[in-house]
């Protein structure tokens, strides 16, 4: 199976940083694309922004221009670099990861999860 590791989430003011890491290891062949969603109470879980191992990113329209993804060399680990955050960003984060396992079943992973909060 695959494991996939948040860190980073907490407490930030309005305007501030943070960034968000996920590192994915286990049985993996192929690691397709890696990304963020989020999930703030009382609404669907929305996109954020994901990276495929051709390092193509994919935004969420609400974050466009104040995040980055990012991955580092060996594709395992994505970043995720949140600028003038928001009161509306504050949700859970969950990191994802689009895997081909060495059993050759592709399939989606997800993590915990880690909570984000922009306080005004």
């Known amino acids: 199976q695959v494991q996939l590791v948040e860190s980073g989430g907490g407490l930030v003011q309005v305007g501030g940083s943070l960034r968000l890491s996920c590192a994915a290891s286990?049985?993996?062949?192929?690691?397709?694309?890696m990304g963020w969603y989020r999930q703030a109470p009382g609404k669907q879980r929305e996109l954020v922004a994901s990276?495929?191992?051709?390092?193509?990113?994919n935004y969420g329209d609400s974050v466009k221009g104040r995040f980055t993804i990012s991955s580092d060399n060996a594709k395992t680990t994505v970043y995720l670099q949140m600028n003038s955050l928001k009161s509306e960003d504050t949700a859970v984060y969950y990191c994802?990861?689009?895997?081909?396992?060495?059993?050759?079943?592709?399939?989606?992973?997800w993590g915990q999860g880690t909570q984000v909060t922009v306080s005004s």
């Open positions: 994802y990861a689009d895997v081909l396992l060495r059993s050759m079943v592709r399939r989606d992973h």
């Open positions: 286990g049985s993996i062949f192929r690691l397709y694309a």
């Open positions: 990276i495929t191992d051709a390092h193509i990113s």
